[in-house]
């Protein structure tokens, strides 16, 4: 049975959204974006080429990588929201996505020039930056992310790696977290009482428990659940590959997300439950099946970290090859709402504003 927001929350703070112009803006996706803008249907069917196996099945399609997606689009997608759950999204948390040149400082100046808040368009609550804990320059960088907007709360810096060379890697080495240099200029952050939001893929989760008891004053954010590559799905050249292969992944998830969660200064976010990197391939998901698929992910994750330490991201447009928008908020909600009203306002509202200072 579906389920509601209506009387609990007055309205939604999304934690995990993405912005980009691979036009205007230096993405990765720059290069390709002219190219598919012409002939988008013979771009998808080129991919193979085109693309690595990683980014094809991390993306699956160009459409929304390859274009602009901005305030207006990120509007479209959540206005029907009120009728999946009964509120509309108020605000959006912005998390780096892949600044390609210059200084990441960029990004944060250019969020500053969208059109946010007006015209219909949900607020930008705040802005989690790039930034790389081994650079020399870390600190300055921080003080430069903040000075550019007052919306800078916090900083991802994705260390997914995989021994798969088929799956995506955001980082060229295993075990960076956990590496002095990293662990050395990761104070600069812990000083500034920045949050810091961890991208790792489900065998590296014991790299946040690393750097969560080295900083047990900070705050850092789980994303997408640590995900276990292919749990839904092959993933890769050899991931996942049988039934009996995503049985044992599945295992060693709870596992590791439990150790991770007896950390107290860990936050996750229930995002990406419809993002490809879990083996998602089979586009249009329902609200009723994406919550039958996630369901093994979404009750451990609540059963283990409890209803302070948990915040709602939609991971959009990453997540939109999947399913809609309010597919993805109603998923979670009719997952989540047996467990009662206080879990549901912390997940979709209270929490997002603890955890970001909003």
Known sequence: MTQSLSG???????????????????????????LYDRAPRLMDRLLPVVLDRGTR???????????????????????????????????????????????????????????????????????????????????????????????????????????????????????????????????????????FDSYVYSHQLGEVVTLAKEYPDTTIVLDHYGPPVGVMGPMGRSTARTPSDRAALLDRWRDAIAEVAACPNVVAKHSGIAFPSLGHREPGLSREQLAEKVRPLVDHTTDVFGEDRLVFGSNYPMD???????????????????????????VFRDNAIATYRL
């Not at 108020?90 to 390609?100: D, L, N, P, V, Y």
């Not at 368009?121 to 020399?136: F, G, H, M, Q, T």
Request: net charge negative.
């Open 8 to 34: 609990i929350v007055p309205s939604i703070i999304d934690a995990h959204i993405h912005q980009w112009d691979p036009f205007t803006t230096p993405r990765e996706a720059s290069r390709l974006a002219p």
């Open 57 to 195: 099945e991390l993306i699956l399609t160009a459409r929304h990588a390859a274009r602009p997606y901005l305030p207006a689009d990120y509007a479209a997608d959540v206005a029907g929201t009120v009728a999946a759950v009964g509120v509309p999204v108020e605000a959006a948390i912005h998390i780096q996505c892949g600044w390609h040149e210059g200084s990441p400082v960029g990004e944060t100046e250019w969020l500053e020039t969208l059109p946010f808040g007006r015209d219909g368009n949900p607020r930008l609550a705040a802005i989690v930056a790039e930034a790389d804990p081994r650079e020399p320059g870390f600190a300055d960088l921080l003080d430069a992310h903040a000075a550019a907007s007052g919306r800078f709360r916090g900083v991802r810096f994705m260390t997914t790696w995989h021994p798969d060379k088929g799956v995506k890697n955001w980082i060229d080495e295993d075990g960076v977290m956990k590496s002095s240099a990293f662990l050395r200029g990761f104070a600069a952050l812990a000083e500034r009482g920045l949050t």
């Open 320 to 346: 939109k090859s999947i399913t809609t928008y309010p597919a993805i908020v109603g998923a979670l909600v009719d997952l989540l709402a047996p467990r009662g009203p206080d879990l549901l306002r912390k």
